[in-house]
């Protein structure tokens, strides 16, 4: 099992910045997949941006040059810097793990980001 703790929410001006955290603990394999996805109101999750054990990183293309994902493996810590936030950003921020072999995926409690003025 792995657990997922997400924090770093909040409401955001147009504009503004947010940083959030996910620390993972449990059964870590080494060869993972951690990620960030977002679901808005009547919408899919869909995924934000990855970054596997060995520093792959991935983003969807609304996000490339506004977010970086990085990751600290001393605590197994993935972050999420989001700069230059739009109302469009707005949603429920999920943190995702994925084993790459057995690709089990675990996720976080979501954590909740508004952009609005």
């Known amino acids: 099992q792995v657990r997922l703790v997400e924090s770093g929410g909040g409401l955001v001006q147009p504009g503004g910045s947010l940083r959030l955290s996910c620390a993972a603990s449990g059964s870590i394999f080494s060869i993972y997949r951690m990620g960030w996805y977002r679901q808005a109101p009547g919408k899919q999750r869909e995924l934000v941006a990855g970054?596997?054990?060995?520093?792959?990183?991935n983003y969807a293309d609304y996000v490339k040059g506004r977010f970086t994902i990085s990751r600290d493996n001393a605590d197994n810590t993935v972050y999420l810097q989001m700069n230059s936030l739009k109302p469009e950003d707005t949603a429920v921020y999920y943190c995702?793990?994925?084993?790459?072999?057995?690709?089990?995926?675990?996720w976080g409690q979501g954590t909740q980001v508004t952009v609005s003025s």
């Open positions: 970054i596997t054990s060995g520093g792959t990183t």
């Open positions: 995702n793990y994925r084993n790459l072999i057995t690709t089990t995926n675990y």
